[in-house]
């Protein structure tokens, strides 16, 4: 299955927005990619730091948009993965939507580890996020929930194989060091778990996160250059799991069990 991830800069600007994933997913198309990722708040803006205000967020042109996206979808007969904000009664999810080649909505995952921004504007998430791509069992995580193992342990005892994480996590200033630390994060999360991993970022800001692939044995295979628009793609095959592999599966699902 040909993945793809696309990075771009999000912003307040809902039609910027549509405009840059709907030139991903031509291109991406054209690359022959079945399933496309975009970052954390892609369609929305990140608040406050990409949309100043959660509440001056248009939610009608947010669904319309939506909506046009699904057609993409269907249009191109791609799996699109779309960050944006789910606006339910007074509460504000900061949420995953699957989308599949038909163009329905197939699967949802709403952030669960909410911090800083995320405390002011959303509400916790409490849905699994794992869901069936033609045949490939898929996890999605949001952000911050990198930093803890017990939301990737989840995916484990579910034999998740593939893992999304969206970000959008950016900086003023350019930080390599929490680069740097959140790709360790990303490698330790998929060698402890036996699963590849996909991240995909926003650049709005100098990028704190990557937008990269890793493997189960903490390879990176592919990795997007900073700070910078860019279609990252790769040919995902189920990994033959090994003798090694099968003993950290094992062990951990032991210790899980305990």
């Not at 999000?10 to 030139?23: C, G, L, P, V």
């Not at 900061?94 to 709403?110: A, C, F, V």
Request: proline share 3%; aromatic share 12%.
């Amino acid at each position: 299955m040909k993945i793809a991830a696309f990075q771009f800069g999000s912003t307040e600007n809902i039609d910027h927005n549509f405009d840059a994933i709907k030139r991903a997913t031509k291109e991406a198309f054209q690359n022959k990619v079945r399933l496309l990722v975009f970052h954390e708040c892609a369609l929305s803006g990140y608040p406050p730091l990409e949309t100043p205000d959660i509440n001056r967020i248009d939610f009608d042109k947010l669904s319309a948009y939506t909506l046009e996206i699904q057609h993409l979808a269907k249009k191109y007969n791609m799996y699109i993965v779309l960050g944006t904000i789910i606006k339910t009664d007074n509460q504000y999810y900061n949420s995953t939507l699957l989308i599949d080649p038909h163009g329905e909505i197939i699967g949802r995952y709403d952030k669960k580890a909410l911090w800083g921004y995320d405390i002011d504007n959303f509400a916790e998430g409490k849905l699994p996020g794992i869901y069936e791509i033609d045949g490939i069992k898929v996890g999605f995580r949001i952000c911050y929930e990198i930093r803890f193992p017990e939301y990737f342990r989840e995916l484990l005892q579910s034999k998740v194989e593939l893992c999304i994480v969206t970000f959008s996590d950016t900086s003023k200033e350019d930080l390599t060091s929490r680069y740097e630390t959140i790709k360790a994060h990303l490698l330790t999360r998929a060698v402890e778990n036996v699963m590849t991993i996909v991240s995909v970022n926003s650049i709005s800001k100098f990028q704190t996160a990557p937008t990269a692939v890793f493997d189960i044995n903490g390879n990176i295979l592919k990795e997007a250059p900073k700070n910078e628009e860019f279609l990252l793609i790769y040919d995902y095959h189920t990994p033959e799991i090994r003798y090694m592999e099968k003993g950290r599966i094992q062990h951990s699902l032991e210790l899980l069990n305990h």
